[in-house]
């Protein structure tokens, strides 16, 4: 049996002159990683967490650093057990996500 793994991508908007200082405290932090940013300020952060409660709190904590601006939530999900999934595979979901390419 797999276990469950709770999966978030962010876009944080930073202070620019204190972006190297804000990528090292993010990545850290258990679970966090900083795969893309720009000189501007703006960074995307994923979270691969073992439970929601530590994804909320790894999100409050980037919320909680100096010279963070702000911390929006692009993408969360959770991946399921292999038990849990054959439990669910008669329930049909129709999700439509937008895909939108270009910068952050």
Do not use: C, W
């Amino acid at each position: 049996m797999e276990e469950e793994i709770f999966v978030s991508s962010l876009v944080a908007q930073v202070n620019a002159e204190k972006l190297s200082e804000i990528r090292t405290a993010i990545e850290a932090m258990p679970y966090a990683e900083v795969p893309l940013f720009e000189e501007s300020g703006k960074l995307v952060i994923l979270l691969d967490a073992p439970s929601l409660r530590d994804l909320v709190a790894i999100t409050d904590q980037i919320q909680d650093l100096p010279d963070v601006y702000s911390v929006f939530p692009v993408y969360q999900h959770d991946e399921k057990s292999a038990q849990s999934e054959k439990s669910e595979e008669n329930l049909e979901t129709n999700i439509q996500i937008p895909v939108v390419e270009g910068r952050i």
